[in-house]
């Protein structure tokens, strides 16, 4: 299917003309009939003569619904340009045609309407005016058809050029992400809400589960419809109506957007690549309030010129886009931007990164990154999603033109993405992104986990995660740093805790499992224990050639602290004595490595006198049954200091069962 959109100033006869070729009269708000103006946008439809079905969205031509004449062109595949014979090109004339440059439509037809009005002379001026016009435009070259709606003068012609001009033109991708800006809702009598629009990047189906963003609300596609003919399923540069059940009219508005669930993100900040017209009146500078039009989308902005301080008529330069709410967009969509006061269209640009992390200006990493997105292959493209967030860190090691350690504080989202997200974020087809990351894995610039292999099987491809090699190297070279430092500032301890390693290099919880396995298969890390017990879980992790080792002065404590320990085996010295006796750290890596057993917060036994102490309170009760806490300190010879703590301890152990005041063996 194919979408045409006319263009023009008011009361050139646009509306007229579209009537004329398809027997449909766009105008349907009662007020323009009694007007006898366009003030919203019309639709209507018709066969070209070798039976192409096409779509035509009929705009105000009057500069006061600009608005509404852009949030109509955005889907549009070819133009109809109209200029009536009697007045030539006028100002709305230029700033459609501006409007249609902007936002790249390359194909076109220039109808000069009123042609039964003027004499052949003045219509020859009136050719060469708009030939001139349209030179500089992406229009250029584009048929110049002198027509008349009244008399039929040249519709055949301008018929046949449309034919030819969707003929030349590229199919609508299917990148099977559809979705559709919403242009009009409104509610029908046994049906409820249904809206409508140019569908773009994909078919949708009867019965297809849907959502609306940025609201998010969630629907399910009960009947479609494509020139008031049920559809049972819809393609894209089909103009589209939607019943959406479940959804009250008043909860939807032009500019909304129609997408299958989970396939696209409302962002409030855009990268993009803009420019001035050359015959703006003002210039743009940093941080300039602007009107940013997409699809059918209309939301105040801010504009940060990334790499210069004002953009003048003319010029191009990047920019991030500070959006008043949320907006729905694709990279490579082109956008309108207007000045708010005086309303006046002043340049667009192309969406080149729908979730960007906030730049600062001046950045060259930044500035590489952005150009990448712009001109890249479908492996360019591919590892620019991967590495998105690669783009942030490197910003991060610049401080005053040198090289700085990146801080493992300031890693935000070292993380891989599944096959389909890939796809997403880069704009391409499942296939295309799949056959990219193939390429990219036997040039060794994608690593791919979670898996046994790829081998060329799309499934293992879809199940794992992939990485950016440059975002795995930075996972690899910060554990191997935060471990290194980690041993070098706890060198008795046996490692990290698992969780604070996740935490400090910000890992997603849902993919640190499969970092940490393939990590450990790199031989980047491994298990601090390889036996899991009450007092030593698997949650520690290590470098594989470190292990925990006692300086001679250490040593010296150790022995020290063990011969108090010895002198009264089961009336030891407390943990704030052992920690006079030996440093805190010595302390605690006997602890970790289980030479003391640690039963209270204060309480700690020799691990030999823990083992011969619960055997002696288990022998008792193989022989006695039952035991208080009496006879349990008379065993050992000790004080009740240490012993209802032990017994507490082997209650948690699940050795022994209280039972009023006496214990006895949990299990037989």
Same mark, same amino acid.
């Given at each position: 299917?194919?979408?045409?959109?006319?263009?023009?100033?008011?009361?050139?006869?646009?509306?007229?003309?579209?009537?004329?070729?398809?027997?449909?009269?766009?105008?349907?708000?009662?007020?323009?009939?009694?007007?006898?103006?366009?003030? $919203?946008?019309?639709?209507?439809?018709?066969? !070209?003569?070798?039976?192409?079905?096409?779509?035509?969205? $009929?705009?105000?031509?009057?500069?006061?619904?600009?608005?509404?004449?852009?949030?109509?062109?955005?889907?549009?595949?070819?133009?109809?340009?109209?200029?009536?014979?009697?007045?030539?090109?006028?100002?709305?004339?230029?700033?459609?045609?501006?409007?249609?440059?902007? !936002?790249?439509?390359?194909?076109?037809?220039?109808?000069?309407?009123?042609?039964?009005?003027?004499?052949?002379?003045?219509?020859?001026?009136?050719?060469?005016?708009?030939?001139?016009?349209?030179?500089?435009? %992406?229009?250029?070259?584009?048929?110049?058809?002198?027509?008349?709606?009244?008399?039929? @003068?040249?519709?055949?012609?301008?018929?046949?050029?449309?034919?030819?001009?969707?003929?030349?033109?590229?199919?609508?991708?299917?990148?099977?992400?559809?979705? +559709?800006?919403?242009?009009?809702?409104?509610?029908? %009598?046994?049906?409820?809400?249904?809206?409508?629009?140019? !569908?773009?990047?994909?078919?949708?189906?009867?019965?297809?589960?849907?959502?609306?963003?940025?609201?998010?609300?969630?629907?399910?596609?009960?009947?479609?419809?494509?020139?008031?003919?049920?559809?049972?399923?819809?393609?894209?540069?089909?103009?589209?109506?939607?019943?959406?059940?479940?959804?009250?009219?008043?909860?939807?508005?032009?500019?909304?957007?129609?997408?299958?669930?989970? @396939?696209?993100?409302?962002?409030?900040?855009?990268?993009?690549?803009?420019?001035?017209?050359?015959?703006?009146?003002?210039?743009?500078?940093?941080?300039?309030?602007?009107?940013?039009?997409?699809?059918?989308?209309?939301?105040?902005?801010?504009?940060?010129?990334? $790499?210069?301080?004002?953009?003048?008529?003319?010029?191009?330069?990047?920019?991030?886009?500070?959006?008043?709410?949320?907006?729905?967009?694709?990279?490579?969509?082109?956008?309108?931007?207007?000045?708010?006061?005086?309303?006046?269209?002043?340049?667009?640009?192309?969406?080149?990164?729908?979730?960007?992390?906030?730049?600062?200006?001046?950045?060259?990493?930044?500035?590489?990154?952005?150009?990448? !997105?712009?001109?890249?292959?479908?492996?360019? +493209?591919?590892?620019?999603?991967?590495?998105?967030?690669?783009?942030?860190?490197?910003?991060?090691?610049?401080?005053?033109?040198?090289?700085?350690?990146?801080?493992?504080?300031?890693?935000?989202?070292?993380?891989?993405?599944?096959?389909?997200?890939?796809?997403?974020?880069?704009?391409?087809?499942?296939?295309?992104?799949?056959?990219?990351?193939?390429?990219?894995?036997?040039?060794?610039?994608?690593?791919?986990?979670? %898996?046994?292999?790829?081998?060329?099987?799309?499934?293992?491809?879809?199940?794992?995660?992939?990485?950016?090699?440059?975002?795995?190297?930075?996972?690899?070279?910060?554990?191997?740093?935060?471990?290194?430092?980690?041993?070098?500032?706890?060198?008795?301890?046996?490692?990290?805790?698992?969780?604070?390693?996740?935490?400090?290099?910000?890992?997603?919880?849902?993919?640190?499992?499969?970092?940490?396995?393939?990590?450990?298969?790199?031989?980047?890390?491994?298990?601090?224990?390889?036996?899991?017990?009450?007092?030593?879980?698997?949650?520690?992790?290590?470098?594989?050639?470190?292990?925990?080792?006692?300086?001679?002065?250490?040593?010296?404590?150790?022995?020290?602290?063990?011969?108090?320990?010895?002198?009264?085996?089961?009336?030891?010295?407390?943990?704030?004595?052992?920690?006079?006796?030996?440093?805190?750290?010595?302390?605690?890596?006997?602890?970790?490595?289980?030479?003391?057993?640690?039963?209270?917060?204060?309480?700690?036994?020799?691990?030999?006198?823990?083992?011969?102490?619960?055997?002696?309170?288990?022998?008792?009760?193989?022989?006695?049954?039952?035991?208080?806490?009496?006879?349990?300190?008379?065993?050992?010879?000790?004080?009740?200091?240490?012993?209802?703590?032990?017994?507490?301890?082997?209650?948690?152990?699940?050795?022994?069962?209280?039972?009023?005041?006496?214990?006895?063996?949990?299990?037989?």
């Amino acid at each position: 299917m194919s979408c045409i959109g006319t263009a023009g100033h008011v009361d050139h006869g646009k509306s007229t003309l579209v009537e004329a070729l398809t027997g449909i009269d766009p105008d349907r708000l009662v007020e323009e009939k009694e007007r006898g103006m366009t003030i $919203d946008l019309g639709f209507a439809w018709l066969k !070209l003569p070798h039976g192409r079905e096409v779509s035509i969205v $009929d705009v105000p031509g009057h500069e006061a619904f600009i608005k509404n004449m852009l949030a109509g062109v955005g889907g549009i595949d070819a133009a109809l340009l109209v200029v009536a014979a009697d007045e030539g090109i006028m100002p709305q004339t230029r700033e459609h045609l501006a409007i249609l440059d902007l !936002l790249r439509v390359r194909h076109g037809v220039v109808a000069i309407t009123k042609a039964d009005l003027v004499d052949e002379e003045w219509l020859e001026l009136v050719r060469e005016e708009v030939a001139q016009q349209i030179r500089p435009t %992406t229009l250029s070259g584009a048929a110049i058809l002198p027509v008349s709606a009244y008399t039929g @003068q040249g519709l055949p012609q301008l018929l046949a050029e449309l034919e030819r001009l969707l003929d030349e033109a590229e199919a609508r991708q299917d990148i099977a992400r559809p979705r +559709l800006p919403i242009d009009r809702v409104f509610t029908l %009598t046994g049906f409820g809400t249904v809206v409508t629009g140019t !569908l773009l990047d994909g078919s949708l189906r009867q019965g297809q589960e849907v959502e609306v963003l940025p609201g998010g609300q969630k629907s399910r596609v009960r009947s479609l419809q494509m020139h008031k003919q049920g559809r049972d399923v819809v393609y894209p540069g089909s103009r589209v109506a939607i019943n959406l059940p479940g959804i009250a009219r008043t909860e939807l508005k032009r500019g909304d957007v129609v997408v299958l669930p989970g @396939q696209l993100r409302p962002t409030l900040l855009l990268d993009a690549r803009i420019s001035l017209l050359a015959d703006a009146e003002r210039s743009l500078t940093h941080n300039t309030q602007v009107e940013f039009y997409c699809g059918s989308q209309e939301i105040p902005a801010r504009v940060r010129l990334l $790499d210069t301080d004002e953009l003048q008529p003319g010029e191009s330069c990047w920019a991030q886009l500070r959006l008043s709410r949320p907006a729905v967009t694709a990279r490579r969509d082109a956008f309108i931007l207007r000045i708010p006061s005086p309303s006046l269209t002043i340049g667009g640009g192309e969406v080149v990164d729908m979730h960007p992390r906030y730049h600062r200006r001046f950045q060259q990493p930044v500035l590489a990154a952005l150009e990448q !997105l712009q001109q890249g292959t479908p492996e360019e +493209l591919v590892l620019a999603a991967l590495d998105r967030r690669a783009i942030a860190a490197r910003a991060g090691r610049t401080k005053q033109g040198e090289a700085s350690r990146l801080e493992v504080r300031t890693l935000i989202g070292l993380q891989g993405y599944e096959l389909a997200e890939v796809a997403r974020l880069a704009n391409l087809a499942e296939d295309v992104t799949w056959q990219a990351l193939k390429s990219l894995l036997i040039e060794e610039r994608v690593r791919h986990i979670g %898996t046994k292999g790829v081998a060329g099987d799309k499934d293992e491809g879809t199940r794992g995660l992939w990485f950016a090699r440059s975002i795995w190297n930075i996972l690899i070279e910060e554990s191997s740093r935060l471990l290194a430092n980690y041993h070098r500032q706890y060198p008795l301890r046996s490692g990290l805790a698992k969780e604070e390693w996740r935490t400090r290099l910000n890992l997603s919880a849902r993919q640190v499992n499969d970092i940490f396995m393939a990590l450990r298969e790199e031989g980047v890390l491994e298990l601090a224990d390889q036996e899991t017990s009450a007092s030593r879980p698997m949650s520690l992790l290590r470098m594989p050639d470190f292990k925990p080792m006692f300086t001679d002065a250490q040593q010296r404590q150790v022995e020290v602290l063990e011969r108090a320990f010895r002198k009264q085996p089961f009336a030891p010295p407390v943990l704030g004595e052992a920690e006079k006796l030996a440093d805190p750290e010595v302390v605690a890596a006997l602890i970790e490595k289980g030479r003391l057993i640690k039963v209270s917060e204060s309480v700690l036994f020799l691990h030999e006198t823990y083992d011969e102490a619960v055997s002696r309170l288990v022998r008792y009760m193989i022989t006695h049954e039952t035991m208080t806490a009496a006879e349990a300190r008379d065993v050992l010879d000790t004080s009740r200091k240490y012993i209802v703590p032990l017994l507490e301890h082997l209650d948690v152990l699940r050795i022994t069962r209280r039972a009023g005041d006496v214990r006895m063996l949990a299990k037989a």
